[in-house]
T-cell receptor
């Protein structure tokens, strides 16, 4: 079985731009959750999608949004980028969601200049 | 508000030694889940365990074991006979549902270095 894939792996943007990151879960998994990892704030949960619906949400501003498609692939969008959005963004897939037995992708490293 | 504390920022042990990583949590909920994750130098997170608040039995998986004690709000992780491949950052986490929204809160992580 193929693992979780994330694209792109690296990205450089400038302040004010927007960015879309993609995550393809393991085949058959219906849950995708997203995380942000920075040296200052550590690991933080962004949101979880299950069967195309946002099921759980962390404490991030509305600039961070996501969606999930019928094939379970998920995208995360960050609008009006700030320097502090520079981070490693990880996604995880799970069969049933709610953080049960998750499989993580390699992450997308975003640098905002 | 939920909180996870990993007081040990960095630990170094010689290969084959046992090592325990501490995790203390705070929550007002009676139903919650506790987790451990491993992040090796490659950066990819690895899920290790999920334990619900009603199951206080210790868990063992090969060289890994977890000790859950509600009385002290701790969920400690022990690696027996450590190996160089165990070198990684380990995160403890807690999830609880608030008004139907389940949130996952991570500790700051413990960097474990196994010295060959």
């Amino acid at each position: 079985k193929a693992g979780v894939t994330q694209t792109p792996r690296y990205l450089i943007k400038t302040r004010g731009q927007q960015v879309t990151l993609s995550c393809s879960p393991i085949s058959g998994h219906r849950s995708v959750s997203w995380y942000q990892q920075t040296p200052g704030q550590g690991l933080q949960f962004l949101f979880e999608y299950f069967s195309e619906t946002q099921r759980n949400k962390g404490n991030f501003p509305g600039r961070f949004s996501g969606r999930q498609f019928s094939n379970s692939r998920s995208e995360m969008n960050v609008s009006t980028l700030e320097l502090g959005d520079s981070a490693l963004y990880l996604c995880a897939s799970s069969l049933t969601g709610n953080f049960e037995t998750q499989y993580f992708g390699p992450g997308t490293r975003l640098l905002v200049l | 508000a939920q909180k996870v504390t990993q007081a040990q920022t960095e630990i170094s042990v010689v290969e084959k030694e046992d090592v325990t990583l501490d995790c203390v949590y705070e929550t007002r909920d009676t139903t919650y889940y506790l987790f451990w994750y491993k992040q090796p130098p490659s950066g990819e997170l690895v899920f290790l365990i999920r334990r619900n608040s009603f199951d206080e039995q210790n868990e063992i998986s090969g060289r890994y074991s977890w000790n859950f004690q509600k009385s002290t709000s701790s969920f400690n992780f022990t690696i027996t006979a450590s190996q160089v491949v165990d070198s990684a950052v380990y995160f403890c986490a807690l999830s609880e549902a608030i008004l139907g929204n389940e949130k996952l809160t991570f500790g700051t992580g413990t960097r474990l270095t196994i010295i060959p």
